[in-house]
C-alpha cells in the first residue's frame, strides 16, 4: 500500500500529530508499505535522512494563499501514485486536491480545529460542549461550515475517542464512517533527571502554554500549599503570562519553566516528579496522560471530553471538574496527604495502559486504511 500521510506539524514541532505520524509511518514501513510525508515547516531544508520515508516541507510562514496553492500543488503531485491519503492536517488543502486525485481519502480528527481557532483568537470563550449547540457571528459560523465541509468528504474518520466521535456525527458525517482507535504508547527507554527544585512534593504538567490548558489554576493551587513545586513542559503564548504569575504570587524557586522536551526528555522529567496534572478545559482523548500513567506517576486530570475514558476517578486516577465544585485546589490537600493511596492508583493506572498499546492502534488503523485503499 502506498500512503500518502498529511500533517500540519511535523519534528522539530512539538504536539500530537508531530509526535504520531513519524511514529506511525515508520511502523507503516516496517509493515513492507511505501510511505510519503506532506508536511508545513518553519524552515525549509531539513535534514530528514533519518526518517525512512519521503518528507516534502512547506513553508508554514509564506503568504497564505500562495501557502495553500503551493500545498494543493505538493499534494497533486504526491498523491498521484498514493493508494490513499492519511490526512492528519491541512484538511481543507486535503480535500481540494482530493477532487482533482479522486483517491480513498482517511481524516484523522483528534479535536474540533472551528471551537479551537475561535478560543485562540479571543472570539468567544465558551466551552467546547457549548460551542457544538450555540450560534455565534458570521465569522464563527464560517468556521463550522468550513470543518463539516471537509469532514463530511472524508470516506472514513479515525478519532481517539468515543466522546469525540459522537460530535462528529453531529456535524453531519455518518456514524459508518465514524472509527474510534485509541491512542496507544510506545514504551520509550527513559531514566529520571535532575528536577531543579528543593520542594518536598513536585507536580508537573505537559502541554502547550495556551489559556484551554488552565495552568495559571495550578500555579494558584501550588500557591496555597508550602514545599509544593511545579514543573511546566512544553511552551506557547501565554509562556510571558504565567512566568508573571509565578513571579507575583513568589514562587520563582518553586516553579520550573522548562520548555519543549522531546518525548524522552519529558518522559525523565515526569519520572522525576510525584503527580502528574492536566487541568484542561477540553481534551478529546490525552495521549499525554496515557504516558504518565505508562511510568507510574499518579494522574490528577479534568473530567473533560475523552479524559474519563481513561482515568476512572479514584481506582487508577484522580478526576476533577474544570469549573467548579471538585477543583485542583480543593483536592491537592488529599493528593498531598495520600502518598500511599495515590501510589496505589499509581500502580493500577499502569496496568490500565496495558489496554493502550501503541502496536494495537497501529493495526487498527493500517486495517482502517487498506480497507478504503481496496
Known sequence: MNILIVTGIFPPDIGGPATYVPAIGREFVKRGHKVSVVTLSDALGRDDVGYPFAVVRLRRGAFKPLRVMRTIGALLRQGRKADVLFVNGLYLESVIANFVLGKPLVQKLVGDWAWERAVNKGWMRDNFEQFQTSRYSSKIEALKRLRKFWAKRADKVITPSRYLARWICDWGVPEKKVNVVYNGVEHLPFS??????????????VGRLVPLKQIDRIIK???????????????????????????????????????????????SLMAACDVFVLNSVSETF???????????????????????????????????????????????????????????????????????????????????LQNRAH
Open 286 to 368: 490525552p495521549h499525554v496522560v496515557l504516558e504518565a500513567m505508562s511510568i507510574g506517576i499518579p494522574v490528577v486530570a479534568t473530567a473533560v471530553g475523552g479524559t474519563p475514558e481513561v482515568v476512572r476517578h479514584q481506582e487508577n486516577g484522580l478526576l476533577v471538574a474544570s469549573h467548579g465544585g471538585a477543583t485542583l485546589s480543593k483536592i491537592l490537600p488529599k493528593v498531598l496527604a495520600s502518598p500511599l493511596e495515590m501510589q496505589i492508583l499509581a500502580s493500577r493506572a499502569k496496568k490500565t495502559v496495558e489496554q493502550f498499546r501503541f502496536s494495537e492502534m497501529v493495526e487498527a488503523t493500517e486495517a482502517i
Open 192 to 205: 529520571p533527571c535532575d528536577v531543579p527544585l528543593s520542594t518536598q512534593v513536585n507536580l508537573i504538567t
Open 221 to 267: 493551587a501550588v500557591a496555597e500549599h508550602d514545599d509544593v513545586g511545579l514543573v511546566i513542559v512544553g511552551d506557547g503564548p501565554e509562556r510571558s503570562c504565567l512566568e508573571e504569575l509565578t513571579h507575583r504570587k513568589g514562587l520563582s524557586r518553586r516553579i520550573y519553566f522548562a520548555g519543549q522536551k522531546n518525548k524522552e526528555e519529558t518522559l
